[in-house]
């Protein structure tokens, strides 16, 4: 991840933090300091380094359960909105998910409790005189966030933990496509709730209301999509009707082909059959405007294009759509030649033609026979 700075590695897993985590630390120091100068300056930045540390502890307890079920996480990041483990991937066994999810929550929960303990076991001592006032506070700040976290983490509705945990207690009665559905549903119904109380007063719910909204359909399409896409093969998805252009053409002879076809992006290939880039209207109109016609496509092309072999799965394609964020992958033979073609727009019409199929929607039952790590046995 760009912008970020990685500050050890825990478990194998990185420990990133991004930039605006400091201008956010740097905003709070100010702000403090502006009320109550310097001393509550430091003070509100001790309070919100030590809530992020307890956040960062919440994505360990993610990070932690997922290992133990074999899931992967390389990296986690720390935003001034709270911390992102990156999971290799979600486990669709309705039960690896729930305890993954809850892990986080619980890790706050646990926080809190320790801290309340602290908390008691001073409160009627006689050494709470001694007891630095502002550290009992700032304890005592610190255990009400956690437990704020852990309710906040626990609303049912993606992106939240809560969404995960809903998501995973359906598709132990209706699988996990349809489980997704519902709980994407359910958790657009909330945020449009979310959103209307935060009308009358709370600009920063809706806000979150928004952002809810938006994940949770983000979260139901990919579902869909995987779905469709499980037991095809990328061969049965790709375009092979294509122009292709060659490393010496121009910019004019690749608006040329774009005029005399319904194409949006061309391939440079060369003599050997390997693709090495990909030109798209847009870069092709860019390349046009600064350099003018004359200019070789191979400067204006995208040249950091993947490619997936035709036979892998398209599970596995759309696993790195989503991954490199292109719009356009290369689809390969064994000998590493261009054989066609996979577009975010092709996907999404095969998509559409498997969910019209009789038969083709999705039922619980296709999951628990589905051989693979997240079959569910
Ligand atoms: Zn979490």
Known sequence: MPWSL??????GTNIRIHFTFFLFLIWIWAVYYKQGGSAAAWQGVTFVALLFACVL????GHIFVAKHFGVKAPDVTLWPFGGIANLDQIPEKPSEEFFIAIAGPLVNVAIAILLMLYLGGTTDAAALMQVDESKVGLVAKLAGANLFL????MIPAFPMDGGRVLRALLALKFGFARATQLAASIGQGLAVALGVIGLFGNPMLVIIAIFVFLAASGEASHAQLRQIARGAIVADAMITKFETLGPQASVQDAMEALIRTTQKEFPIVDGAGRLRGVLTRDAMIRALKNQGPEAPVLDAM?????????????????????????SVLGVTDTAGRLVGMLTVENLGEMMMLR???????PRPSDFSGTPGPWGRA
């Open 150 to 153: 852990a309710i906040f983490n």
């Open 6 to 11: 990685t500050i050890g590695k825990v478990a």
């Open 57 to 60: 502890l919440h994505e360990f």
């Open 355 to 361: 969910a019209a199929k009789p038969g083709a929607r």
């Open 302 to 326: 995208d040249a950091d294009i993947p490619t997936v072999p035709a036979r892998a799965s398209l599970e596995s394609a759309v696993k790195s759509f989503s991954e490199q964020g292109k």
